[in-house]
């Protein structure tokens, strides 16, 4: 196990996505976690083995360091005595208005101010607007903290769900914003591991794209800076993603072909090539709520910035002009049996929240349609949302859902859904027609398979249909 030079005692607040993949890393890189849920149930199963989300390497990194390195607590007042950094990883949903709603963040600030008993530097991981670093240091200054025995730090995290783990540990880069050189120490520290190289020269260290001799890099900036950093980021490659799709929609009418564009465009070193997938659009946890919230931000600030607004435009209508596909593909849609592959908002993740697969789905079965579903990890958290019924069920599989479908719908881009057994799918199906929301096949692949294939931002191509008999649902 890798011993980092000067251990820090971290407490962690909250064990969703963001805090139980920070705790894991961070006793990984050698520092005693103590990782702090209101939630009795989850913290029982944490201290009893279990995960409670899907994310690739994570069920090892605890097994690894659970009890040792990263211990799970409902007892907050003794973790944050414990405790040198605190780092705040609590939900920030968004509010009706747009804006985040920083209500679990106020009260565990409030929390902390009854549990301070020497100086603590606490830490940003939650995702909140600029300004939110002065609103923590006011809230446990009106408890009676003294400013000198706290620091507030903003550390926003960069994570990609389903690849969290490697980009804690391989990060593009670290982002500190400080006030005050004492807390811009305690992070130096935390993070020298990974800035120096010393993990990455272990024999034990996950090995990814940073080693020793290219390490981390660290940016200092202010804390205004970095919670701005983060929002902005977010924005941007949300925006990547609507353009994309924007000039997909163009492509389309104009008989282009979306994925040669956006292979020409990516090659530009200015550009890049990630982000530039045409598709149903974005979803998550992240890039709705802060593209949302930056521009509540900007237009409390009297900020103009009306470009954030088209870039949910845009993202919407995606959703809309895939359904539009199904219809035009299958004239109408009482009593069709559908295929939905997907329920994730994307591959490698069992989180559904903002998915487009699910807005689809919710669309299909208002329409009168009858999906059967199938995702790798997401079905049991989808089940809430979309219950199972006459109209709506799951599958164990992807042929099973394609049994005597009218239509196969590709709505989440799991690696598994575009290495599909063609032949087998087209003896499982009624009719041989698959609608891509995530331009998973080339269209001539589909074609010689025998397939009308119905992509974004690509002509449609078409196979002349056999359809198999069977009876007639609901018609």
Same mark, same amino acid.
């Given at each position: 196990?890798?011993?980092?030079?000067?251990?820090?005692?971290?407490?962690?607040?909250?064990?969703?996505?963001?805090?139980?993949?920070?705790?894991?890393c961070f006793a990984e890189m050698g520092h005693k976690v103590l990782c702090?849920?209101?939630?009795?149930?989850?913290?029982?199963?944490?201290?009893?083995?279990?995960?409670?989300?899907?994310?690739?390497?994570?069920?090892?990194?605890?097994?690894?360091?659970?009890?040792?390195?990263?211990?799970?607590?409902?007892?907050?007042?003794?973790?944050?005595?414990?405790?040198?950094?605190?780092?705040?990883?609590?939900?920030?949903?968004?509010?009706?208005?747009?804006?985040?709603?920083?209500?679990?963040?106020?009260?565990?600030?409030?929390?902390?101010?009854?549990?301070?008993?020497?100086?603590?530097?606490?830490?940003?991981?939650?995702?909140?607007?600029?300004?939110?670093?002065?609103?923590?240091?006011?809230?446990?200054?009106?408890?009676?903290?003294?400013?000198?025995?706290? &620091?507030?730090?903003?550390? *926003?995290? #960069? @994570? !990609?769900? +389903?690849?969290?783990?490697?980009?804690?540990?391989? $990060?593009?880069?670290?982002?500190?914003?400080?006030?005050?050189?004492?807390?811009?120490?305690?992070?130096?520290?935390?993070?020298?591991?990974?800035?120096?190289?010393?993990?990455?020269?272990?024999?034990?260290?996950?090995?990814?794209?940073?080693?020793?001799?290219?390490?981390?890099?660290?940016?200092?900036?202010?804390?205004?800076?970095?919670?701005?950093?983060?929002?902005?980021?977010?924005?941007?490659?949300?925006?990547?993603?609507?353009?994309?799709?924007?000039v997909a929609n163009l492509a389309e009418v104009v008989d282009a072909d979306?994925?040669?564009?956006?292979?020409?465009?990516?090659? &530009?070193?200015?550009?890049? *090539?990630? #982000? @530039? !997938?045409? +598709?149903?659009?974005?979803?998550?946890?992240?890039? $709705?709520?802060?593209?949302?919230?930056?521009?509540?931000?900007?237009?409390?600030?009297?900020?103009?910035?009306?470009?954030?607004?088209?870039?949910?435009?845009?993202?919407?209508?995606?959703?809309?002009?895939?359904?539009?596909?199904?219809?035009?593909?299958?004239?109408?849609?009482?009593?069709?049996?559908?295929?939905?592959?997907?329920?994730?908002?994307?591959?490698?993740?069992?989180?559904?929240?903002?998915?487009?697969?699910?807005?689809?789905?919710?669309?299909?079965l208002a329409s009168g349609a009858c999906i059967a579903a199938y995702d790798?990890?997401?079905?049991?958290?989808?089940?809430?949302?979309?219950?199972?019924?006459?109209?709506?069920?799951?599958?164990?599989?992807?042929?099973?859902?394609?049994?005597?479908?009218?239509?196969?719908?590709?709505?989440?881009?799991?690696?598994?859904?575009?290495?599909?057994?063609?032949?087998?799918?087209?003896?499982?199906?009624?009719?041989?027609?698959?609608?891509?929301?995530?331009?998973?096949?080339?269209?001539?692949?589909?074609?010689?398979?025998?397939?009308?294939?119905?992509?974004?931002?690509?002509?449609?191509?078409?196979?002349?249909?056999?359809?198999?008999?069977?009876?007639?649902?609901?018609?």
């Open positions: 196990m890798f011993r980092v030079s000067k251990p820090v005692s971290i407490c962690v607040i909250g064990s969703g996505y963001v805090g139980l993949v920070a705790a894991a702090v849920d209101n939630d009795e149930a989850k913290v029982k199963t944490l201290c009893e083995g279990g995960v409670p989300i899907f994310e690739h390497r994570l069920p090892e990194l605890l097994a690894k360091h659970r009890n040792r390195g990263v211990t799970f607590t409902v007892d907050l007042p003794a973790a944050i005595e414990q405790s040198e950094a605190v780092f705040i990883a609590v939900g920030t949903p968004q509010g009706d208005s747009g804006a985040a709603d920083l209500s679990f963040v106020e009260a565990v600030v409030s929390e902390i101010a009854r549990s301070i008993r020497g100086y603590k530097v606490i830490v940003e991981k939650s995702t909140v607007p600029v300004y939110t670093n002065e609103w923590i240091s006011r809230v446990l200054q009106r408890h009676g903290i003294p400013p000198d025995t706290f &620091d507030v730090v903003s550390n *926003p995290e #960069f @994570l !990609r769900e +389903g690849t969290a783990v490697m980009d804690f540990l391989h $990060p593009d880069r670290i982002v500190v914003g400080v006030n005050s050189e004492r807390a811009a120490a305690v992070l130096q520290n935390i993070y020298a591991p990974l800035t120096e190289g010393s993990y990455y020269a272990q024999p034990e260290s996950l090995k990814g794209p940073r080693d020793s001799s290219h390490p981390a890099p660290l940016l200092v900036t202010s804390a205004q800076s970095a919670e701005i950093i983060k929002h902005a980021s977010n924005a941007f490659l949300a925006l990547k993603i609507s353009f994309i799709n924007a979306i994925e040669d564009i956006a292979a020409g465009m990516g090659l &530009d070193s200015r550009i890049g *090539p990630r #982000f @530039l !997938r045409a +598709g149903l659009g974005y979803g998550g946890s992240c890039f $709705p709520k802060d593209v949302a919230a930056f521009h509540w931000v900007a237009q409390q600030r009297g900020v103009d910035f009306q470009l954030l607004h088209e870039i949910h435009k845009i993202n919407e209508t995606q959703k809309e002009i895939f359904y539009k596909k199904v219809l035009s593909a299958l004239w109408t849609l009482r009593g069709k049996r559908l295929a939905a592959l997907g329920l994730a908002f994307k591959g490698g993740t069992d989180d559904i929240r903002e998915s487009p697969a699910v807005d689809v789905i919710q669309r299909l790798p990890a997401a079905m049991d958290r989808a089940k809430e949302v979309l219950p199972a019924n006459d109209k709506m069920r799951y599958a164990a599989g992807v042929y099973e859902a394609a049994k005597d479908a009218d239509a196969v719908l590709i709505l989440t881009d799991w690696k598994e859904f575009g290495d599909l057994d063609l032949v087998r799918l087209n003896q499982a199906v009624r009719f041989p027609i698959v609608i891509d929301g995530r331009n998973l096949y080339r269209p001539e692949t589909m074609q010689q398979h025998g397939f009308t294939y119905v992509s974004v931002g690509r002509p449609a191509s078409y196979h002349a249909q056999q359809g198999k008999p069977r009876s007639v649902v609901n018609e």
